[in-house]
């Protein structure tokens, strides 16, 4: 990885070449066209809270998006699997919240809404990904909206590398660690999902009553799959 590279991003680990804000913008249109999911879906008001799953301390400027945008901020609690105080500092009245999305520390339907954005492709196995949305479906009282890239868009969001990753993972993952791509090449770090793959771990959640997939697209291709369950 290149130095231009880390500077600008600990999380978005993609080759640019040299259409570095076009990227971004992308990244930032695909945040809003799901958090417009949110909003359309789920309507919620000013009395009702939301658990956000897979908040970031990144420096990128499509980064926590929701807590940029949500109106009822003090609404929020955040969780991350790492330390980032400094976001009750960042947006006022927010809770943030250490804690494995696989296991959370709260009771069932402790939230009304739940929302994570691409955090469950980052969580290891199928298995494990199961465990996560039956976490996020549990602690939720009303309803959960969680999102993925899309396995088979032609280029991958992480690393910004073409088609590579349409090779089985034995293969594809020992390529992206040789391009310097280490935090992209295990499953734990990166198990990608495809929309029947979505629609399964949505189907199988424990609590669910009703689910559905949206999409949003890139190059006329899905980029992100957008999965929402209702409660």
Do not use: C
């Not at 629609?199 to 899905?222: C, Y």
């Amino acid at each position: 990885m290149n130095t231009k590279e880390e500077s600008r991003t600990s999380y978005f680990h993609y080759f640019d070449y040299g259409v570095q804000g076009y990227i971004d913008s992308v990244l930032i249109r695909i945040r809003k066209e799901v958090f417009n999911f949110f909003m359309r879906k789920f309507s919620p008001n000013e009395n009702e809270t939301v658990l956000d799953v897979g908040v970031s301390a990144d420096d990128h400027i499509a980064a926590n998006y929701f807590e940029k945008h949500y109106p009822y901020t003090s609404k929020i609690t955040a969780v991350s699997n790492e330390s980032f105080p400094e976001l009750e500092q960042q947006f006022k009245g927010l809770t943030f919240k250490k804690a494995d999305g696989r296991k959370l520390p709260f009771e069932d339907g402790f939230f009304d809404w739940v929302y994570s954005h691409a955090v469950v492709e980052h969580v290891g196995s199928n298995t494990m990904q199961q465990a996560f949305v039956d976490e996020l479906v549990r602690v939720a009282r009303k309803g959960v909206l969680y999102t993925t890239p899309n396995r088979w868009h032609p280029i991958e969001t992480h690393t910004g590398l073409p088609f590579l990753h349409f090779l089985p993972a034995l293969i594809y993952r020992p390529i992206f660690k040789a391009l310097g791509k280490d935090m992209y090449a295990t499953e734990e770090q990166l198990n990608l999902l495809s929309i029947d793959q979505m629609q399964k771990l949505s189907k199988n959640a424990k609590g669910r009553k009703s689910s559905e997939i949206e999409t949003v697209k890139w190059f006329g291709f899905t980029s992100n799959i957008v999965s929402i369950i209702y409660k």
